[in-house]
Every structure is written in C-alpha cells, then in structure tokens.
C-alpha cells in the first residue's frame, strides 16, 4: 500500500535569495564547521585538528533571513554569534577530490552560526551531542546568496561582524584552516552532497555574548552584508 497524501501540510523549504537571480536557493541541509580559525580554536580552549576538519548540524528550518529580528532564544543565559564564510552547494556530488570540488559550488554568502554557548560548553563537559547549544530555532542566519563567478576567488576577502559599532571579529578568508575545497572533497567522503547543502565555515575569533536590544551586522567583502537584531526572550 502507498500513498502520496501526507498526514499534516509539510512545512515549506526555506528559500535564500540570490543576487541577480528572481529565483530562490532552496535549502536542504546545513553543515557547519568546527574550529576552522586557529585564532578562534584557541580562544575556546583547544588547537586545531590537522589532521581532518570536524562538523555538526543544524536544520534547514533554523534558517532565519538576514535583517531579521529574533526573540533571545530559550533556555540560554550566554547566546554568542560566529560570524561565517558560507558556500552554497548547487551540484551533486560523492567522493569528489578537492581539484574537482569547486565545480559543485553554486555561490556564496555571510552568515551568522547563533550558538547557545553554555549550553554548548555543558555539553562539551559531559562529552555529549552540541544539539542544543547550535542546532535550535532562528540560529543559521544567512544573506543573500553571491554566485562565485561574481565573488571570485576565496581567500583575500575580509570577513569581520560588529555588535553595534564596536568591531568584535576582524580576520581573512585566507585565515581558514582548511579550505573550501578541503571541506567539500572531505565532506563527500561521508554524505552525497546536493544542490541546497549549504556549509558554514567557521568562524575567526573574537565571538562573545549578544542581549536583547543589541544588533549584530557582519560583512564578507564582496558578498551582501548581514543584519540580526536581537529582541526579548519570549
Ligand atoms: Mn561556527
């Protein structure tokens, strides 16, 4: 027996709009990168793994549109940004080398990794799962999508995030641990990637507690900057 009929509407894709473009990126799953800046490695406590790069997740529905305000998420006394380099996956691919690996990447854009970090931290204590401290509600925000033969090639590009007017993260694209190809060629050891992955990169030092009424802007040179204002607990 089959059928086609779900039981309750499905909830929609979000969409992420892309400069030049009247149509949307559709978004399927987000990869998020861990300490991929040496400098931010170290401020959290620990050195880089050269060896290989390490990942979680978060839900496409935690996508949240640049200039939004959002609620001070629950449960959390210590919600941090990471300003991110975000690459936007616009082919499939499976076991791709890192010579082959900038084919499948349809664009790029600034996003913001919301983590609720003592939340994060308890984990970390007890060797558990990050999930409630980067995968919640409202926590991938993300601009407008740059297709990369506009952006052009990834590394001189400043990536810095203001918390009102006050600089808090100020570094290069070139200061990334390991590159974009890197990810993607590593990433498609474990997953068939597809269109609508998007990867968040990492991010530079300098992260640090927002609070309600505080607003957040970051820019990547040569993408669309971002916005988030961060409103009331609920
Ligand atoms: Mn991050």
Known sequence: MSTT???FEVPATPLVPVKGEAAAFPVHRIFCVGRNYADH????????DREAPFYFTKPASAIVPS???????????????????????????????TEDAGSIVYGYAAGLDMT?????NAAKAKQRPWSLG?????????????????????G??????????????????????WSVAE?????SQYYHLVPGDLIYTGTPAGVGP???????????????????????AE
């Open 183 to 187: 990810l993607i060629s590593h990433l």
């Open 134 to 154: 980067k995968a919640f509600e409202n926590s991938a925000v993300i601009g407008e999508i740059t297709p990369k033969a506009v952006f052009g090639t990834v």
């Open 67 to 97: 200039g939004s305000e959002i609620p001070y998420p629950p449960g959390t006394s210590n919600l941090h940004y990471e300003m991110e380099f975000v690459v936007a996956i616009g082919a499939p691919a499976f076991r791709i080398s």
């Open 210 to 232: 927002v609070v309600a009424g505080d607003r957040i802007s970051g820019e990547v040179e040569g993408l669309s900057p971002i916005t988030l204002v961060l409103g009331a």
């Open 156 to 177: 001189p590009q400043r990536i810095s995030l203001k918390v009102g007017d006050v600089v808090k993260q100020d570094a290069h694209l070139s200061d990334m641990v």
């Open 41 to 48: 490695a170290a401020e959290m406590g620990h050195e880089v």
């Open 5 to 7: 009929k779900a039981l």
């Open 116 to 120: 609720r970090r003592d939340l994060q």
